[in-house]
């Protein structure tokens, strides 16, 4: 009787140890490199709303913003008459500001895709205290968290909040 029994258990350990060797094998690779872990609808067509005005576009690329592909441009969302879009140039993910005259505000911001991780793309206007931040797509409950004290912050998307001046 004492064999059946050790014979037994060594059937069992070595299942146990086989489906844990399974789990490991099929566990999802991160690719901390892919803009779309922070914009997701980069693996989707572009729409029409996700173009930036061709006038912006242009003077982007007039002033030296090499590697920004019009047809990566996906809208963000909008606070206080500003809609953001985001969009990944090379190892970068950028934000471009645009008021509602279609003109942008001066400013745009790019961060490291492989750094969004730690934080995101945060942009904020002191003059008028309006901020958009760009996170990691889920991410924005945890980072609305970390702002609770601060007024005027809203989620508009699992990967999009803003900061309102009103």
């Not at 009787?1 to 844990?20: D, E, N, P, Q, S």
């Not at 996906?74 to 879009?85: A, K, P």
């Not at 901020?131 to 998307?157: D, F, I, M, N, T």
Request: net charge neutral; charged share 20%.
């Amino acid at each position: 009787m004492r064999t059946g029994f050790k014979i037994t258990l060594a059937g069992v350990v070595t299942a146990g140890a086989a489906a844990a060797l399974l789990g490991l094998a099929q566990a999802p690779q991160v690719d901390f490199d892919d803009p779309s872990r922070i914009i997701p609808s980069l693996s989707n067509p572009q729409q029409e709303a996700d173009k930036v005005p061709a006038e912006i576009m242009s003077r982007l690329d007039r002033d030296g913003y090499i590697g920004i592909d019009p047809s990566q441009t996906r809208r963000l969302g909008e606070v206080d008459g500003i809609t953001f879009y985001g969009v990944a140039a090379g190892d970068k993910i950028c934000m471009i500001p645009v008021d509602a005259t279609g003109k942008d505000n001066g400013s745009m911001g790019c961060g490291l895709v492989k750094n969004a991780e730690s934080g995101g793309l945060k942009l904020e206007y002191r003059a008028t205290s309006q901020a958009a931040w760009l996170v990691v797509h889920g991410a924005a409950e945890k980072s609305l968290e970390s702002v609770k004290g601060e007024r005027g912050w809203s989620q508009l998307a699992p990967n999009f909040l803003v900061r309102s001046n009103k």
